[in-house]
C-alpha cells in the first residue's frame, strides 16, 4: 500500500475512481435495504459537492463542520470538503447543541452539515451563540426555521446540473495544490475531562498512519469489506476504518447504528471490522449466555473445545511452535463448534482491530480461539491515533502491540509512554500552551502508564490521570480490577473509586438478561430493575462475585463495597464517551452520594461489604 507517494487523501481517490470506477466503494442501508456507490460514482458526488462548497464561498483553509452519524452524507462531505481545501471539523453526534457550539465557535466553523432534523434543532437552540455560520446544510429533508435556514446536501450539489469541463478541472487542481503538510482536519478530543481541544492532523499523519498500520498487519488486498459503526468523528473509525478502506481500493458498509450490528454483520457479511473493548466484551458474554442455556453435552462440548483452542493458539502464535495432531484437533472443533459460531457474524470475518483502550486477555484470547483474530492497537487522536499495533505474527493478548514503522517509544522515569512518529499531530488549534505541556524534548506525552517487555511489546497500565492512590499512599491501576469484574457474568459495567480513600469501592450495572434469568431461578418476585437490585437475594449474588473476584487480588487491591446501579452507564446520559469509554469523572459526580455513603457504616440499601481476602491467586 504506497501511499504517502501522493500529497493528500484526495488525490488516492481520484486515482481509485479512475483504477476501480465500477468496484463497490461504499454502502449504507435506506428504507431497509442495502445499497450501494461505485467508485466512480462516489467521486462524482464528491466533486459535485466541492463545487457547491467554492459556490457559498468556501476556500482553501476553510473550517466546515460535520455534526452526523456515520452515513453517506459523511463520507461525501468530508472529502468534498477536502477538494475544496477546506478543513473538517467533525462534531460527535450525541454532542449536545451548546457542545456543537463550542466546537463550531472554537475552530470558526462557516459551514455546518447536519444529518437530520433532529440535530438542526440541537443548533437551532443555540442560533445565537453561532452567529458566524453562513450556511446549514442537511442531508435530510425538512423545513426549517425562516430564522435559520437550511439546505440539503443534494440543493448544494445541484445533482441535475452534471460537472462541466470547467468545474472538474477547477476542483481537481485545487486537489492538485494539497500537500502533505496541509491541516486534513481538526479533531476535538471527546474528553473524559475538561474542555475539548482541537487536534490538528494533517494529510501527511493521516497518510503514514494508514500506510505504516497495514504494513504492521502484512498488508491488505482490495477485495476487503469492512462494516463500520464506531463514529466517524472518533479518529480511530476514521482513519483505521474509513481511510484504510477507501484508499485500499475496497468496500466500506456503514452499520444502522450501534445497537443493529450484529444484525448487520450478517447482512454484509464484512470481513474485517474496528472496534473497541466493548463489542467483544458483548460478544463474548452473548457466548456464553447462550451456551449456558444449552444442554450440559452441547456445554461440555463447547468447553472442551475452548480448552483445546486455547492450547492451539498460544502453541501456534505465541510460542511459535509446530502444532501436530493438536492442528488436527483444532481443526475437528473448528468445523464442529467455532465455524458455527462465525457463522453469526456473518462468516467472512478475518480479523478485528481494537483500540480505544486495552482489551482483556481473557477475551482477547478466546476471539482468538474462535478463529477471529482481534489485533489490539494503541494511539491517541494526537497520533492519528495508531503508534502500536499486534498482528498475526507479533501477538500477546494483554499487549497493545509493538511500534509501527517510524515510531518511537520509551518510558519517562514515573512509567508515562512517550512517543515520536509521522503521525504525531501539528499541535492544538489555538491553544499553544496545551502543545507546549504535551511535548518534551520533542516526544508526546501520552498520558498512559505503560510497560515495554524486552521482545518490544507495549502493555497499557492505566490513564495516568486515572491511578488512585489510596489514603495510605499505594498506587492501583483501577483499569484491570474493572476489566476483571466485567468478566463476570452478571455484570455489565463496573468502575472504581478510591482516590484518597482507604480502600477501593465499585458501582457496578447488571447484566439484565442473566440476572432475569437468575430471578425466574430462585423464584423472585420484582416491580422493576430499581426493585430487584435491593432484593436481599441480588445482594448476596453480588457479594458472592465480588468475594470471589477478591481472591486474585492482594488486601489493598480488593473492592470493600459495591453497588448497584439498575440502569447502564450510557453516551445519552453524559457517563459514557461515544467511543464507550467510561467518563470517570461524571459518573462520580453523578453518584457522588452513592461513591460517599459507601465509605459509611450506614447505607443506603445498595450498599453491600465484601468478606476480608488474603490475596490468593488462582
Not at 485 to 493: A, G, N
Not at 503 to 529: G, H, Q, S, W
Request: glycine share 8%; with cysteine.
Amino acid at each position: 500500500m504506497d501511499i504517502i507517494s501522493y500529497q493528500s487523501i484526495p488525490a488516492i481517490l481520484r486515482e481509485n475512481a479512475r483504477k476501480f470506477g465500477d468496484r463497490t466503494a461504499i454502502s449504507y442501508k435506506k428504507k431497509g435495504v442495502y445499497i450501494s456507490q461505485t467508485y466512480a460514482e462516489f467521486y462524482e458526488r464528491v466533486l459535485l459537492l466541492a463545487r457547491g462548497l467554492g459556490k457559498v464561498g468556501v476556500q482553501p483553509g476553510d473550517k466546515v463542520a460535520i455534526f452526523s452519524e456515520n452515513r453517506l452524507g459523511w463520507a461525501i462531505s468530508d472529502f468534498g470538503i477536502q477538494c475544496a481545501g477546506a478543513i473538517t471539523v467533525p462534531i460527535y453526534a450525541t454532542n449536545t447543541g451548546k457542545q456543537a457550539a463550542y466546537v463550531i465557535n472554537h475552530s470558526e466553523a462557516k459551514v455546518v452539515f447536519v444529518s437530520t432534523k433532529g440535530q438542526y434543532e440541537k443548533l437551532l437552540a443555540v442560533k445565537d451563540k453561532i452567529p458566524h455560520v453562513e450556511h446549514i446544510i442537511s442531508y435530510e429533508r425538512f423545513m426549517g426555521h425562516r430564522s435559520f435556514p437550511v439546505y440539503t446536501q443534494y440543493q448544494l450539489s445541484e445533482i441535475e446540473t452534471p460537472l462541466s469541463k470547467e468545474d472538474k478541472e477547477t476542483i481537481e487542481s485545487q486537489i492538485d495544490n494539497i500537500r502533505h503538510e496541509d491541516i486534513i482536519t481538526i479533531i476535538y478530543t471527546s474528553g473524559t475531562t475538561g474542555v475539548p481541544k482541537g487536534v490538528l492532523l494533517s494529510q501527511y499523519n493521516i497518510l503514514c498512519d494508514c500506510e505504516y498500520g497495514v504494513k504492521q498487519l502484512g498488508g491488505m488486498g482490495d477485495k476487503e469489506t469492512f462494516l463500520s459503526f464506531l463514529p466517524l468523528s472518533h479518529v480511530l473509525e476514521r482513519t483505521g476504518g474509513y481511510y484504510a478502506t477507501l484508499l485500499s481500493g475496497n468496500h466500506i458498509a456503514f452499520a444502522e447504528d450501534v445497537s443493529k450490528v450484529m444484525e448487520n454483520m450478517v447482512e454484509i457479511r464484512p470481513t474485517a471490522m474496528v472496534s473497541v473493548p466493548r463489542l467483544f466484551e458483548k460478544i463474548y458474554s452473548r457466548i456464553y449466555e447462550t451456551v449456558h442455556k444449552s444442554s450440559p453435552l452441547r456445554r461440555n462440548l463447547f468447553h472442551y473445545a475452548v480448552k483445546i483452542g486455547s492450547r492451539y493458539v498460544r502453541t501456534r502464535y505465541i510460542d511459535k511452535k509446530p502444532v501436530g495432531l493438536l492442528g488436527l484437533q483444532y481443526r475437528f472443533f473448528d468445523r464442529l463448534v467455532f465455524s458455527k459460531v462465525r457463522d453469526r457474524f456473518g462468516g467472512r470475518l478475518k480479523f478485528f482491530i481494537c483500540g480505544g483502550a486495552p482489551l482483556d486477555k481473557t477475551i482477547n484470547e478466546f476471539m482468538w480461539i474462535i478463529g477471529i483474530p482481534v489485533f489490539n492497537g494503541y494511539g491517541l487522536t494526537e497520533t492519528s491515533p495508531a503508534v502500536t499495533l499486534c498482528s498475526i505474527d507479533n501477538i500477546r493478548f494483554d499487549s497493545v502491540g509493538k511500534p509501527l514503522e517510524k515510531v518511537e517509544v520509551k518510558l519517562a522515569e514515573d512509567g508515562e509512554l512517550l512517543l515520536k512518529g509521522p503521525m504525531v499531530m501539528q499541535g492544538y488549534y489555538k491553544n499553544d500552551e496545551a502543545t507546549k505541556e504535551t511535548f518534551e524534548d520533542g516526544w508526546l506525552k501520552t498520558g498512559d502508564i505503560a510497560t515495554i517487555d524486552k521482545d518490544g511489546f507495549v502493555y497499557i497500565v492505566d490513564r495516568k490521570k486515572e491511578i488512585i492512590v489510596t489514603a495510605g499512599g499505594t498506587n492501583i491501576a483501577p483499569q484491570p480490577i474493572e476489566s476483571d469484574m466485567r468478566l463476570d457474568k452478571y455484570i455489565s459495567q463496573a468502575i472504581v473509586f478510591g482516590d484518597r480513600k482507604p480502600y477501593l469501592v465499585a458501582l457496578l450495572t447488571p447484566n439484565i438478561e442473566r440476572l432475569i434469568d437468575f430471578t425466574r431461578e430462585e423464584k423472585i418476585n420484582y416491580l422493576d430493575i430499581e426493585e430487584l437490585v435491593k432484593h436481599d437475594k441480588i445482594r448476596e449474588l453480588y457479594r458472592a462475585r465480588i468475594d470471589a473476584l477478591n481472591k486474585n487480588y492482594p488486601p489493598y487491591k480488593t473492592i470493600k463495597h459495591f453497588a448497584l446501579i439498575a440502569r447502564e452507564f450510557s453516551v445519552e446520559g453524559g457517563e459514557v464517551t461515544p467511543t464507550l469509554k467510561l467518563k470517570r469523572k461524571e459518573i462520580y459526580n453523578k453518584y457522588k452520594d452513592v461513591v460517599e455513603e459507601l465509605y459509611t457504616k450506614n447505607g443506603n440499601g445498595l450498599v453491600f461489604q465484601s468478606k476480608s481476602t488474603h490475596g490468593e491467586k488462582k
